[in-house]
């Protein structure tokens, strides 16, 4: 089953392979005909309107241009977790941008004290910033190892020095400042703030002012790839809503009771603005920035001789090794050593969202330094240094994820318990559940003592909840040790007889036999009439007339009610929905999904049992 996240991971994993190719090819093509090479990259391509234009190198439309959308992406992901996923409780915010802080500080401390006294010192910052795109892929190539909870809080600390890197380029290393055009662009960002005020959701109106705003800060001699972050932050993220998923609902009755171009038009939007527009650009730019524009900008850049010479040379390069070092030391230092002393302070109110082991792997990962390491360094260094700076960043790459394999080796060898909290840790995850399960009033089935609790939003007509009871079946049957609560959600939009359903569940529970009606009516959805629904009792045995009369005055619809008003509140739109110790499950639901989800929930309340 297809799901944003398994989407997510998949283009990861992807990209990471495509860049690594495109990181060979690039080396061999500079080796086998480094004229052919440079001659590609340097020829200029110029874009005019009028008197007015923009010419530039390949390798610049590249970095300049291209990866904008990069960063762009890089931001639509940060502001997600900050809206939807675990940032969006600010305190945990705060231990991922004091690791980011620290992880550039001690990096060009190294690479200053390395390079102390040579000219290669104004090239620090090449030493500072963890490349997002190698990071993530590589948490993804390691996920079965590493727990979900820590590609957050890497991604925090990427966009930290993502942002403090991008202001060091503007700062240190781009071209004198023309004043005007700077003020321009600032102008220009102050307009997009007041769109984005206004509530206005075409997108083409921001594309154009983020083109603009973009060709200032190019005009003014400032790396115009701040823009694609900015705007991406500022991008909302947010679940749909049922109200907005009831209103697509009805447009497409309408269209389908009178299919005209008007109407269609009309549905198009619908469904568009039920999705947030965060979600429908990841969508959009992911797989391109992913597959395309990062191994683009690898090949662009990474193209240097590699002999015995250039080797032997980089070897004793002070540009070389102190990159090297400064990615290699000087990021699991800080990360480690932040996160320690942040722990200490606040007496563990801030520490990490994952153990110690999982963080010190978070922090051999940061250890990864390319795209925005390459851009300081094809701006602060020509020549020979330039080589030698790409050969340092090269085999940060190579021993950052040669560390962390490492790391994780070392944890799979620890005994159980000891590797559950290494990678797991203390801390508590955020409770996405708003009405907690309450043994009185909730429909259970399983042990009621049991450490993992699965809640499930569902709807008696949906065909997806149909297709979810043989899993639910199968994974209580797996585990002993699990409990399974059904609340409904009713979605009276599209499924006209499953409130009625729902509330014929309530009539059967009140004779004591809610969970054999549950069965029976996920088995039977296409024939959930009132006449159905007292076949069924009698089917069950019940008393038939008893239920007749509770299903006639509606006993069961105050509790439908409530299970409907507690799904709002839980930011439920959609079924089937899980929860899982009260956190949301955005997986698919199929048997291993599920289980592996349920193995986590259990390790992480048997690491927290005193």
């Known amino acids: 089953m297809r799901t944003p996240w398994r989407d997510f991971l998949r283009t990861e994993t992807g990209s990471a392979t495509f860049l690594l190719v495109a990181v060979v090819a690039a080396l061999v093509w500079a080796n086998v005909g480094p004229a052919s090479y440079e001659a590609f990259w340097g020829t200029h391509l110029s874009i005019e309107l009028g008197s007015h234009g923009v010419s530039l190198s390949l390798r610049d439309w590249v970095n300049n241009g291209l990866m904008t959308l990069f960063f762009f992406v890089v931001g639509l992901e940060a502001r997600r977790e900050f809206d939807m996923g675990e940032l969006r409780e600010r305190r945990r915010v705060t231990l991922p941008v004091l690791v980011g802080i620290a992880g550039m500080l001690v990096p060009v401390a190294i690479f200053l004290g390395i390079n102390s006294g040579h000219a290669s010192v104004h090239g620090w910052g090449a030493a500072m910033s963890t490349d997002t795109a190698f990071a993530l892929g590589m948490l993804a190539l390691l996920g079965s190892r590493l727990p979900t ?18 202001g060091v380029i503007a ?115 992911h797989p391109w920035t992913s597959y395309v524009i990062v191994p683009l900008f690898a090949l662009a850049n990474t193209g240097i001789p590699i002999g015995a010479e250039q080797l032997s040379a980089a070897v004793k390069s002070p540009v070389t090794m102190g990159i090297l070092l400064a990615f290699v030391l000087g990021k699991p230092v800080a990360v480690l050593g932040m996160s320690w002393l942040a722990s200490r302070l606040s007496h563990g109110r801030v520490r990490p969202p ?81 009405a907690t399960v309450d043994d009185e009033r909730d429909h259970i089935r399983g042990p009621r003592d049991a450490p993992v609790t699965v809640v499930e939003y569902g709807d008696f007509e949906c065909p997806y909840c149909g297709k979810a009871e043989p899993v639910i079946r ?29 509330e014929a569940s309530g009539a059967a529970a009140a004779q004591g036999a809610f969970w054999r009606m549950h069965d029976l009516l996920l088995k039977r959805q296409d024939a959930l009439k009132a006449s159905d629904l007292v076949g ?11 239920f007749e009369r509770d299903l006639r005055k509606r006993v069961g619809a105050a509790r439908v009610a409530e299970d409907v008003e507690s799904a709002d ?37 048997a690491v927290q049992q005193p």
């Not at 909870?149 to 991008?166: H, P």
């Not at 069924?536 to 008893?546: C, E, F, H, I, S």
């Open 536 to 546: 069924y009792a009698a089917q069950l045995g019940l008393d038939v007339q008893r």
């Open 354 to 434: 994952v153990g110690w082991g999982a963080t010190a792997a978070g922090g051999t990962i940061a250890g990864v330094g390319f795209t925005v390491s390459m851009l300081i360094a094809t701006l602060a260094f020509t020549g020979d240094q330039l080589e030698e700076a790409k050969i340092g960043i090269l085999a940060a790459v190579v021993c950052a994820f040669t560390i962390t394999w490492a790391v994780t080796a070392v944890i799979g060898l620890l005994p159980r318990r000891t590797q559950i909290r290494a990678l797991l840790g203390a801390t508590e995850g955020i409770v996405d559940l708003a």
């Open 569 to 605: 509140h839980s930011g439920v739109s959609g079924t089937p929905t899980f929860f899982i110790n009260g956190v949301r499950h955005h997986g698919a639901y199929d048997i291993d999904h599920l289980s592996a989800a349920v193995r986590t929930a259990r390790q992480r309340a």
């Open 149 to 166: 909870g820590l590609r957050a809080f890497i991604l925090t600390v990427t966009v930290v020095d993502d942002f403090v890197a991008l």
């Open 171 to 285: 700062v240190a290393y781009s071209d004198r400042i023309a004043v005007a055009a700077l003020v321009v662009a600032l102008g220009l960002f102050g307009v997009v703030l007041l769109v984005r005020a206004a509530g206005v959701r075409q997108g083409p109106v921001y594309a154009l002012l983020a083109v603009a705003t973009w060709t200032a800060l190019l005009k003014s001699g400032v790396d115009p790839v701040v823009t694609g972050l900015a705007v991406g932050l500022l991008t909302y993220a947010y679940p749909a809503a049922r109200s907005d998923l009831e209103r697509a609902s009805g447009l497409f009755r309408l269209f389908r009771e009178q299919p005209t171009p008007e109407l269609e038009r009309s549905v198009r939007q619908g469904l568009a603005s039920a999705i947030s527009p965060n979600e429908r650009l990841q969508r959009m730019f």
């Open 474 to 502: 199968a994974l209580l049957a797996d585990f002993g040790d699990v409990r399974y609560v059904w609340r409904h959600l009713p979605l009276t939009d599209v499924h006209p007889h499953a409130q009625l359903a729902a």
